[in-house]
């Protein structure tokens, strides 16, 4: 792609009224952003302080009084323009993400798509998961109990490179749903992505001091952000993720992590071999790999390992690896050197220790700084750094096993558990196989994207995969405070005056016996 494209796709003008979105109380050393397709400088964001942070929040927090005091119904609408405008600004974003991020323009357009999703569905359901609940009394006909949700107040946001849009915004979409503030700090090496979608949040009309965004390295601002926000939401890697629940902990701050994975796909003797691989591929190479729920390992029963292994790498040698702004290549760069080096290593580990290379493995320095082929390992040993930790680069492993069980033993040998999939012919066996991986997420006959599509169901990982839940109504309620109000009918639960303690206390265990048995007789008889 000719470097001319990179300054000519964001104008002087459109970067200074970017620039002009970040929350600042003085000057600061300028942060350079660089396009992965060129290393082209794109514009520069200030290195934001802790005083910047402090005065985010404050702001942030002024106007977050009369947005939670609006209807919940006019702030559904809110979300549901904001979609409009999502899709009516779609080219001027994908052309914002590929210039940041680096990626394929398909991939791109599944990242604006999935934002307009999370629009859509918290505008619609949103409402209903933080409405006031009726919930069951202490005592049928005496006691009433309601359940409400209060937003939290001020949500902090830290968020990745990989995915510069979805990321940054559809997190803060069901915080804002709730009636929070929020403050976002995004990725260095992306900020532009983000303070562009929170233009399009003002313009949908979320008040203007309601979100605030920082830039600048999370080492000076993670700790000032957490310690003055109510929650926060962290994606990332594992190592820093610990870093950010170490924080929270200590000022106690409740929040959700989403952090590394090394995904797993298990491909059984029954599964459509040319499915698999279709799905497979894409799921390892989706984004250049940097994608939390890409895979990394496939474990393919041996009746169909040859085959599998065959179609694989003539399918993976087929996609078109190159920058573009148009629809046309497959798999885009790697967005920073430190990625590129990351996945150097892992390969040249894995061919020290005998792995075979059957495709790609290395830097095509002539497309672009930082482009790296998709690449195939089978033989790779256990201990190989590319079969136990993350790499996040376009490289999977696929290794035969002899049967399913085998398959899960060797999907569920990491410390992770973010994503898995399943391939079988016989779905109801591929549903049973996958709810014994452990992994907050799996698809049978998927890669991912029917489960990242599936706005309704919560996801998120275990182990070291994170903690804590995005999309549905998990999603919404972790921005909220709920609060129990009861209501005692005829007389408080007190002991009648004069009445022995010891009869008192008689009465009560007749009165729970009998309510067991209510309860027991009737669904109802708790209300």
């Known amino acids: 792609m000719p470097a001319s494209n990179v300054s000519s796709s964001l104008s002087e003008r459109t970067r200074t009224r970017l620039q002009g979105g970040v929350t600042h109380v003085a000057d600061r050393d300028p942060l350079t ?25 404050r702001t942030a927090r002024a106007a977050q009084t009369d947005w939670a005091e609006r ?28 210039l940041e991020a680096g990626k394929a323009r398909l991939d791109a357009h599944v990242e604006l798509l999935d934002v307009v999703l999370n629009a859509d569905y918290y505008a619609r359901e949103g409402p209903g998961h933080v409405a006031s609940t009726r919930r069951g009394g202490g005592f049928p006909l005496l006691t009433t109990a309601v359940e409400h949700h209060d937003p939290v107040g001020v949500v902090g946001l830290v968020e990745p490179w990989n995915y510069p849009l979805t990321l940054a915004i559809s997190d803060m979409l069901p915080a804002l749903l709730a009636g929070n503030g929020a403050v976002l700090k995004p990725a260095e090496a992306t900020p532009f992505c983000a303070l562009r979608a929170v233009e399009l949040l003002v313009d949908a009309g979320v008040p203007e001091d309601l979100v605030q965004v920082v830039t600048g390295h999370g080492s000076t601002l993670g700790e000032p952000l957490i310690s003055s926000v109510d929650y926060v939401t962290f994606t990332g890697s594992t190592e820093t993720g610990r870093t950010v629940a170490s924080l929270a902990g200590e000022h106690l701050v409740d929040a959700s992590l989403e952090l590394g994975g090394k995904n797993a796909a298990v491909v059984l003797a029954d599964a459509d071999v040319s499915q698999a691989v279709r799905g497979t591929v894409h799921g390892s190479y989706a984004n250049a790999g940097q994608l939390c729920i890409s895979f990394e390992r496939i474990f393919v029963h041996e009746d169909v390992y040859d085959e599998f292994v065959d179609r694989f790498v003539d399918a993976t040698e087929a996609l078109d690896l190159g920058a573009s702004l148009a629809f046309g290549p497959d798999v885009g760069s790697l967005v920073g050197q430190h990625q590129l080096d990351t996945v150097e ?14 495709t790609g493995g290395r830097r095509r320095e002539e497309v672009g700084p930082l482009f790296y082929e998709p690449t195939v390992l089978t033989d790779l040993p256990d201990d190989a750094t590319a079969a136990c930790e993350e790499t996040f680069g376009p490289v999977v492993s696929i290794t035969p096993v002899a049967d399913a069980d085998e398959a899960v033993e060797r999907a569920n040998d990491t410390d992770y558990g973010l994503h898995a999939s399943v391939w079988t012919e016989d779905a109801d066996r591929g549903e049973a196989l996958a709810r014994r991986i452990d992994a907050g997420s799996v698809c049978v006959n998927d890669a991912y994207l029917g489960m990242w ?33 009861t209501t005692q009918r005829l007389h408080p639960l007190v002991p009648v005056d004069g009445l022995p303690n010891r009869v008192a206390a008689a009465g009560a265990t007749l009165s729970i016996r009998a309510l067991r048995r209510l309860r027991r007789l009737s669904p109802l008889g708790g209300r």
């Open 33 to 57: 952003v660089r396009s992965p397709f060129t290393g082209e400088e794109i514009g520069t964001v200030p290195a934001c302080q802790s005083a910047d942070v402090a005065e985010a929040v």
């Open 71 to 98: 209807p919940v119904e006019e702030r559904a609408a809110v979300l549901q323009r904001f979609a409009d405008e999502v899709l009516d600004h779609r080219e001027e974003l994908l052309d914002l993400v590929q």
């Open 345 to 358: 290593a892992h390969v040249a580990d894995a061919r020290e220790r005998g792995a075979t290379v059957e």
């Open 453 to 485: 599509a599936s706005t309704d169901a919560p996801m998120g990982g275990v182990d070291d995969s994170g903690i804590g839940r995005r999309h549905g109504a998990d999603g919404i309620r972790k921005y909220t405070e709920s609060q129990t109000v």
